[in-house]
């Protein structure tokens, strides 16, 4: 599966590149503390209205359950694509390293 995605993510880069429209959206890479102390990553546009969404309970499913209580971690990327190839790459540190990454802000 991680492969998988791996590749995925190598084709978006590729295709990006070759793009001749230079887009000015800004995209968000965050991190939340949910309720059980667990960590959620994920991307938007909007960080305000995605964070109102998941503590309503209308985010992703896994903060349905545990209500995240925070926004602990966000940065700015260029594109959609730089934001999924950051939040494949922080989804994979272990925990002790998301929370030195936090810590450092």
């Given at each position: 599966?991680?492969?998988?995605?791996k590749?995925?993510?190598?084709?978006?880069?590729?295709?990006?590149?070759?793009?001749?429209?230079?887009?000015?959206?800004?995209?968000?890479?965050?991190?939340?503390?949910?309720?059980?102390?667990?960590?959620?990553?994920g991307?938007?546009?909007?960080?305000?209205?995605?964070?109102k969404?998941h503590?309503?309970?209308?985010?992703?499913?896994?903060?349905?359950?545990?209500?995240?209580?925070e926004?602990?971690?966000?940065?700015?990327?260029?594109?959609?694509?730089a934001?999924?190839?950051?939040e494949?790459?922080?989804k994979a540190?272990p925990k002790?390293?998301?929370?030195?990454l936090?810590?450092?802000?």
């Open positions: 599966m991680e492969l998988q995605y590749r995925m993510l190598e084709g978006m880069r590729v295709k990006e590149k070759k793009s001749r429209k230079k887009k000015k959206e800004k995209w968000y890479l965050y991190m939340l503390k949910c309720r059980d102390n667990s960590l959620y990553t991307i938007t546009k909007d960080l305000e209205r995605r964070f969404m503590s309503e309970g209308k985010g992703a499913r896994y903060t349905r359950t545990r209500r995240p209580l926004m602990v971690y966000h940065e700015t990327c260029k594109t959609r694509t934001a999924l190839i950051r494949c790459f922080i540190l002790p390293k998301k929370l030195t936090i810590g450092s802000v």
